[in-house]
């Protein structure tokens, strides 16, 4: 009998061996296993990131292999409180088909155990508004991200997008930091927009407009910082020598509150008011009747205002008056400018012109008449409060 000669294969032998199971890591620059997300998310700022993140997972399991959304839970909005109302984000994920794990506050929420066979990995808290707890980001392998619309540490709070405008930055960024156990906005930046950031009209630019442009290239940044692996070695790029904002120069972005938009004709220019209520607006005063015991009453001034040229012989700011028969209010600002209004609203009433909002708002219940070679003005007797 002839033997028969069995020529060596390198392909047959390797298919005949028993590797063990390992897990697949994502080749970069660093190595790092799946990303296994919760994304903490809830107005339009953060869709785009959520989007970007499922969009890589789809495309690429090995880099994201999973994304769950952490949001607050719908509020009742409505006459009789009867219309359920979901933060933006969650829409996008359920059209997404992403899991949607909705809380109040993260007492007794257990993300890492359960959602999945393998346990969340990655904390990302995108215009999240609750902080994120260390016993949340503390369990994942690869800790927490925050994705934050300035140029941090500058415009660090709750309303960056709002403060960039008023500020009247022609320029702004966004920035990737780590989760902070105590603090917003504290965290190791992890990477940013380039100096000095984009470009922006703070003229024109409304704050919808802003987060719009910001949110998509916040998402940009966050996926090629992920990419990179930049959450391994926490390299703070603040630290090195072409920081943009030096300490001293920071910014800080509190959230707006109803004080922000009272108008003190005192102290604020006409450019000043003119901004404020193009960013915040509208804005309002407190109307003082001449009237003995009279309340005062909010007057909202719902159209803003327009400059003018006019020279009004008025000289004391703050101080409204009509000039000759028209309804349009006129008030002299504390840098010695006349501001015009068309129409506002005085509290638990409806938008009317200026003249007869002050009417309702018993602000005419003693005029003073002065009468000139340009024709009557028809003075109020109490400052705007």
Known sequence: MRAVTRHFSPLRALNTLRLPCLHRQYATAKRFDPLRILFCGSDEFSIPSLEALDRERRRNPDFIASVDLVCKRAVRVGRGRKTLRSVPVAETAEYLSIPIHRVDTFKGFEPIRGLHPDPINLVIAVSFGLLVPPRIFGAAKYGGLNVHPSMLPDFRGAAPLHHTLLQGCTHTGVSVQTLHPTHFDRGIVLAQTPPPGFEIDPSSMTVPELRDIAASKAADLLIQTLKNG???????ITKSSNVSNPLETIRLAPKIKPEDRHINWGTWTASEILRKHHVIGPLWNDATSALPDAPTKRIIWSSGFEPTSDDLPFEKPGIPFVHGSSTYLHVRTSDGKFLRISSAKAAASVVTDALHAAVKSKML????????????????RDRLG
């Open 230 to 236: 930049l959450f391994i070695d926490l390299v703070d």
């Open 365 to 380: 219940a003693h005029p003073g008449f002065e009468e000139t070679e340009r024709g009557i003005h028809w003075t109020f």
